[in-house]
């Protein structure tokens, strides 16, 4: 289901972003004037090589970008401009509607809570879901991304890569959001497991009709569970369309050359 009650998509319009660090000696422009959207359904991949800007202009959504960080343009979602929003009023988006895995699965947990735990606190503090109901909604939760019901008991430390991640992927469900925004959420697995955990993701969203922006290095990862490319150099979106066009021809120099690093990578020496 892409569309509200009253007929209109539910998306996310990102216009004219740009995000400024501020530097002792120079600011850094990290994200430059870009424009893009994301409905529920549609599954983006925001991909560009190390230090283009994909994740501060992911971070510039749920306003996670550290304090000082100069955000410019508009961030529309439901009649609002999110950019806009006070710290009170953002945290009634944050988990709800709009839910992160960040880069790093380790970030998103505490390591002295299991990570039962963590779900039924997350829970309990945005949904005031009782302790009994986070119980049976975190096994479920587990079961929706290819867990065990075991590893519910167990600390982060005593996860696999590829666990933490789905894991970490289990708590951003936790309240069902309408939008998920995954940051490099394979990047530290082997091959064969990021591919799994990709298809995991891809997947449930499009199941449960929720919108992904999928941020990631790997052009080709992306392109294999993504819709819709968006490609960013230097702070600037350089090219973006459907998956499947850009990798068959795409129309920039920059974007060929990360098709291309990605394959000399993956060619046995
Ligand atoms: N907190 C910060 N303070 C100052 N500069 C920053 C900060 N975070 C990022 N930058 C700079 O902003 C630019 C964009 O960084 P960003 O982390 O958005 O890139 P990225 O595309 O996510 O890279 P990666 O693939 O390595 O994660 C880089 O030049 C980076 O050095
Ligand atoms: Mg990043």
Redesign the pocket.
């Known amino acids: 289901m892409t569309h509200s009650e009253s007929g209109k998509k539910i998306e996310i319009e990102i216009r004219g972003l740009s995000?400024t660090?501020?530097?002792r000696e120079a600011d850094?422009?990290?994200?430059k004037n870009c424009s893009f959207s994301v409905a529920r359904g549609d599954v983006v991949g925001l991909v560009?090589?190390?230090?283009?800007?994909?994740?501060?202009?992911?971070?510039a959504i749920p306003q996670l970008?550290?304090s000082g960080?100069l955000v410019d343009g508009q961030i529309i979602c439901g009649g609002l401009d999110l950019a806009k929003l006070s710290e009170n009023a953002m945290n009634e988006w944050r988990w709800r509607k709009i839910a992160l895995v960040p880069?790093g699965a380790m970030n998103s947990f505490t390591p002295h809570l299991t990570v039962e735990r963590h779900i039924t606190e997350v829970l309990e503090h945005h949904l005031k879901t009782p302790k009994n109901e986070g119980k049976k909604r975190a096994v479920s939760l587990m079961e929706a991304v290819g867990l065990d019901a075991r590893i519910l008991s167990r600390y982060p430390h005593e996860l696999s890569g590829g666990q933490k991640q789905r894991a970490a992927l289990a708590l951003a469900l936790a309240c069902d959001p309408d939008f998920l925004l995954a940051?490099?959420p394979t990047?530290a697995l082997d091959v064969i497991t990021q591919k799994e955990v990709l298809e995991t993701i891809a997947n449930l969203v499009r199941d449960r009709g929720m919108g992904l922006i999928l941020?990631?290095?790997d052009l080709p990862l992306a392109a294999g569970a993504c819709d819709t490319l968006i490609v960013?150099k230097d702070?600037a979106i350089v090219e973006s369309g459907p998956s499947e066009d850009i990798i068959a021809s795409p129309g920039n120099a920059y974007t060929r050359t990360l098709i291309d690093a990605i394959k000399e990578m993956e060619v046995p020496s």
């Open positions: 995000v660090y501020r530097g850094v422009h990290a994200v560009g090589e190390s230090g283009s800007g994909k994740s501060s202009a992911l971070m970008l550290p960080t880069q940051d490099e990047t941020v990631t290095h960013m702070g």
